[in-house]
């Protein structure tokens, strides 16, 4: 019981970290191939990754109708999110601010879950999002005034907001009785067949093996593909929509403060004092003003072992 509720209690603050390493594997593997190539390349990986653990772990396969569940939620989770994300940051939208734009998800995802799915969204849960929001805008406001991006980048980070956005809310309602690991499986395999559709398609597949590439693609497969998916599906399961979308709001900061790590990038006061609001409304999201979502909408089951 104890390490279960210590489990509770790491699991979101080790989402978030994970999470936001996406941004910077991204920034990483970037120079070395085209985006919707380097997507490809790596679900490809995914999909020789998982396929032996979900044989091993002797699971339930989906049957046709879950199959197409799983499908749409990859489309969702790991095609548009995903591959917005990836081409703004190709396009010159800096990592930190292609986690701002996602970052407005929690607005989103409780206006959506307010009107369709049950969950009433309380008064001060609307102050903690709003708060959140906020706080997002400080800890990027210098990189908003002088990112130099196209259109295209931009209107590819809205996609993305509007691909997570409708994942998560499809996936907590369309998948409690899939198990991660062979739901995962048809995911990530029907995501590379539509990533390597476009690649073909849109780009020219020029890939430059460098360490920093092999590097990049290592990580966002084991880590970010099976580990931190994993634990996304654990965190939506076990709590209300709009709670978990508020994590979102620690992202775009802990991106930022990753990025001043690693690549040395300006993190000055004001970013500070909005990653500590940012903080503050997803403390009031999740524990200051918590609405039970009609029981009718939610999925009872827990992740499969």
């Known amino acids: 019981m104890r390490l279960t509720k210590l489990a509770i209690a790491v699991a979101p603050i080790l989402f978030v970290?994970?999470?936001?390493?996406?941004?910077?594997?991204?920034?990483?593997?970037?120079?070395?191939?085209?985006?919707?190539?380097f997507l490809a390349v790596r679900m490809s990986f995914v999909?020789?990754?998982m396929l032996p653990i979900a044989l091993m772990s002797g699971a339930r396969w989906p049957n046709a109708v879950e199959s197409g569940h799983s499908l749409a939620i990859g489309i969702l989770v790991h095609g548009?999110?995903?591959?917005?994300?990836?081409?703004?940051?190709s396009q010159g939208v800096p990592a930190g601010i292609s986690a701002l734009i996602p970052g407005l998800q929690p607005i989103l995802t409780s206006t959506?879950?307010?009107?369709?799915?049950?969950?009433?969204?309380?008064?001060?849960?609307?102050?903690?999002?709003?708060?959140?929001?906020g706080g997002v805008a400080l800890v990027l406001h210098d990189r908003?005034?002088?990112?130099?991006?196209?259109?295209?980048?931009?209107?590819?980070?809205?996609?993305?907001l509007i691909g997570i956005t409708l994942g998560t809310l499809y996936q907590k309602r369309h998948s409690s009785n899939i198990d991660w690991r062979t739901g995962n499986v048809v995911q990530y395999l029907g995501v590379a067949v539509f990533f390597w559709i476009i690649s073909f398609v849109f780009e020219d597949r020029v890939i430059h093996w460098t360490g920093e590439l092999?590097?990049?693609?290592?990580?966002?497969?084991?880590?970010?593909?099976?580990?931190?998916?994993?634990?996304?599906?654990w965190l939506i399961r076990r709590s209300p929509a709009t709670g978990f979308a508020s994590l979102f709001y620690l992202v775009p900061a802990t991106t930022a403060l990753l990025a001043f790590v690693l690549f040395g990038e300006k993190l000055d006061a004001v970013s500070i004092v909005g990653m500590l609001i940012c903080a503050a409304g997803v403390l009031i999201v999740n524990r200051g003003g918590r609405a039970k979502p009609a029981a009718s909408n939610v999925a009872a089951s827990t992740l499969k072992d």
């Not at 959506?112 to 929001?133: D, P």
């Not at 908003?144 to 993305?160: D, L, N, R, Y």
């Not at 990580?219 to 994993?230: D, E, M, Q, R």
């Open 214 to 233: 092999v590097f990049a693609i290592a990580w966002l497969v084991l880590v970010l593909s099976i580990a931190t998916v994993a634990l996304m599906y």
């Open 144 to 160: 908003q005034m002088v990112a130099e991006a196209s259109v295209f980048g931009w209107a590819a980070s809205v996609i993305s």
């Open 47 to 49: 999909v020789l990754a």
């Open 80 to 89: 548009i999110y995903l591959g917005g994300v990836f081409i703004a940051i």
């Open 17 to 37: 970290l994970l999470w936001s390493t996406g941004f910077i594997g991204a920034r990483y593997g970037l120079p070395y191939i085209e985006p919707m190539t």
């Open 112 to 133: 959506i879950a307010n009107r369709f799915m049950g969950e009433k969204v309380t008064s001060m849960q609307w102050l903690g999002l709003l708060l959140g929001l």
